[in-house]
């Protein structure tokens, strides 16, 4: 199959690109603006292989998403590309409005118009698969059972209101034009090459470099965490296996407060990094509690028995084997993640837009 997807350059469209190309026989076109949270440095192993194509563009922009199309004929689409982080949403909602929401439109016109034009054989093959989040749920007190695909969407954020309505325009899509879409809904992930303003690289870098590890109120908030290359094989398996029009929750089935995961990755690197920076006696005492954010979500988990009884996906990593290979990636891969720091990982991206021009 030809895949396009749209955020490829992203954390998880990078793992999934990764996956593709090393992993399956087929063809990627990578579609990404290419934002601070697109780095090409995640595609560096791929980049040069003849079943990868990039194209910077904008999913907002009609006329290139429609000329893509045309000139690529996909398969398949996996629509990853989003402004994905809360603490954003809060400071600057219209940007995550205009990606999520009006990208995703757009998107799915091009796609439609594509669709239409297609032979019987390939029309009936076509799939669409959005993904998108758990954070669409709202959130789940301490007792509540987990997300199942038929929980009602309570959205807590302007980025998970965002993400809830491109859900709602893509099954609109399904039921008013027919085409062939599918859902996924996924928990925390984490992994390597996660841009360092989410939680776990976060924590791993601020460490690394002996800065506080920053902890929201209490820190008792609970997140299912899902490691990304899990991620990677189960978005495979429902675009070529999912069920026309189906939604699919998608979780590592690893519940943890904030307050644990911090610790745990405190005691990781204290095994595996044991030079600490100058004045650390021990990584756990740089944490610091600050002012919780507003409309903090307490609790997040997702009932995985649809897909793993439907399409036979579960997840090979606990979190704890999870959270050792990340660390060790971020131990082993200082490179990559000074760039970011940086700012020199945009150079690259700098560099490929001039190719393309």
Known sequence: MKLLITGGAGFIGSALIRHLIDDTAHHVVNVDKLTYAGNLDSLTRVATDPRYTLERADITDAP???HIFTEHAPDAVMHLAAESHVD???????????????????????????WETLPAERREA???????????YGDLTPEAPAFTERHPYQP???????????????????RTFGLPVLVSNCSNNYGPCQFPEKLIPLMIL????????PVYGDGLQVRDWLYVEDHARALVEVVTRGRVGGTYNIGGRNERTNKSVVH????LLETLAPEKPEGVTAFANLIQSVTDRPGHDRRYAVDTRHIEAELGWTPAETFETGLKKTVGWYLENRTWWQRVLDGSY????????QVAS
């Open 206 to 213: 601020n460490a690394l470099q002996g800065k506080p590890l």
């Open 126 to 136: 076509f799939r669409f698969l959005h993904v998108s989040t758990d954070e669409v």
């Open 264 to 267: 745990l990755i405190c005691d």
């Open 64 to 66: 290139r998403m429609a």
């Open 88 to 114: 954003r949403s809060i400071d600057a909602p219209a940007v995550f409005v205009q990606t999520n929401v009006v990208g995703t439109a757009v998107l799915l016109e091009a796609a439609r118009n594509y």
């Open 156 to 174: 807590s954020s302007p980025y998970s209101a965002s993400k809830a309505g491109s859900d709602h325009l893509v099954r609109a899509w399904h």
């Open 346 to 353: 945009r150079q690259h991206s700098a560099a490929s837009q």
